[in-house]
C-alpha cells in the first residue's frame, strides 16, 4: 500500500486521524469523526487554529462557551453546500450532533489573531473549472481571497463519475513566490456510491516520488510535494475536502509543463 494512503478507520475512533507527526511533515493536521446523535465532540487547537466543516449532518456549535446555533443540515457532502466554524488557536470547540454528523477537523498553526467564525453555506463561493470530462465544481470555504484564517486553505470540489480533477496536473511544493508556493495537502475522499472508487497520482518532475493510489469511500491521500492529479472512474461521482497550509497563505502552482497545453487549448 502506498505511504500516501490513509484507509478510513471504523466508528467510534476517528474515520481520520493525521497529524503532522504521523504525516511527517510541518503544518497540515486533518481529522475526521463521526459523531452519534446526541454526542458531542470536544477539541481544542494549542498553537493551532480549526476549522470544522459539516460534512454531514447537524450539530450545535459552541466556541469558548458562545453559541453559533445549530450548523450543517445536508444530508452528504453532495447535498448543498457546507457549514463551516472557523476557531482560533486555544479556544475550545463543542459540537453536539442533533443527528447523525460526519465532521472534519482541519488544522494548522496559528497566533490567535482571529475570533471564531461561522462560515454558513451563503459565504462559500462557487467556481466551475474546466471543461469537457475535465470539468469539477469548486466549492471554496477558506481561499487565500478570503482574510478568515491564518494558515489554513479549505475548499471541497466535486467531479462528475468519468471526469477528472486537479487537471492538468500541478503542483505547490517550492515557496518561490509569485510563481509557486510552499502547501502541503490533503485529500480527504467521498464517493456517491461507496463501492466506488477513483484513482489519484502524486509525482515529481524527477519520478523520485510516483505513486498512482486507488481510493475508496472516506480515504485521504496525502500530497507532501509533486503533482496530484485525480481521475473519478466512470458511474461514480466523486467529492473530496482539500487541507492546505505552509509558511505563508497563499495558492500559488505550476502546472507540469508537459500537460500545460490542455490549459492553452
Not at 3 to 23: C, H, S, V
Not at 129 to 140: A, E, F, I, L, P
Not at 218 to 240: E, I, N, Q, S
Request: with cysteine; hydrophobic share 35%.
Amino acid at each position: 500500500m502506498s505511504p500516501l494512503l490513509r484507509r478510513a478507520g471504523r466508528a467510534p475512533a476517528p474515520i481520520q486521524d493525521i497529524t503532522p507527526a504521523n504525516a511527517g511533515w510541518t503544518y497540515v493536521g486533518f481529522e475526521v469523526v463521526s459523531l452519534a446523535s446526541g454526542k458531542t465532540l470536544a477539541r481544542t487547537g494549542i498553537g493551532r487554529e480549526l476549522c470544522a466543516v459539516m460534512v454531514q449532518g447537524t450539530a450545535a456549535a459552541l466556541v469558548d462557551g458562545q453559541s453559533f446555533g445549530d450548523i450543517g443540515g445536508r444530508a452528504s457532502p453532495f447535498d448543498g453546500l457546507p457549514s463551516s466554524l472557523y476557531v482560533p488557536p486555544g479556544a475550545t470547540l463543542n459540537l453536539t450532533a442533533r443527528d447523525a454528523c460526519e465532521i472534519a477537523i482541519c488544522s494548522a498553526p496559528a497566533q490567535g489573531l482571529l475570533p471564531p467564525k461561522l462560515i454558513p453555506p451563503s459565504d462559500v463561493g462557487r467556481e466551475t473549472r474546466g471543461k469537457g470530462t475535465n470539468k469539477r465544481y469548486v466549492s471554496n470555504i477558506l481561499p487565500d481571497t478570503t482574510p478568515h484564517a491564518e494558515s489554513l486553505l479549505v475548499v471541497e470540489v466535486t467531479t462528475p463519475g468519468g471526469n477528472w480533477s486537479s487537471y492538468p496536473p500541478h503542483k505547490h511544493d517550492r515557496d518561490a513566490l509569485p510563481d509557486e508556493s510552499l502547501l502541503e495537502e490533503t485529500y480527504y475522499h467521498r464517493l456517491a456510491k461507496p463501492r466506488g472508487y477513483a484513482i489519484q497520482r502524486v509525482y515529481t518532475d524527477d519520478r523520485t516520488l510516483d505513486e498512482t493510489i486507488t481510493v475508496q469511500d472516506r480515504d485521504v491521500v496525502l500530497v507532501p510535494r509533486g503533482y496530484h492529479p485525480v481521475g473519478a472512474a466512470h458511474g461514480y461521482d466523486l467529492w473530496y475536502l482539500n487541507v492546505m497550509a505552509g509558511p505563508k497563505r497563499i495558492w500559488r502552482f505550476r502546472n507540469d509543463p508537459d500537460h500545460d497545453w490542455i490549459m492553452r487549448a
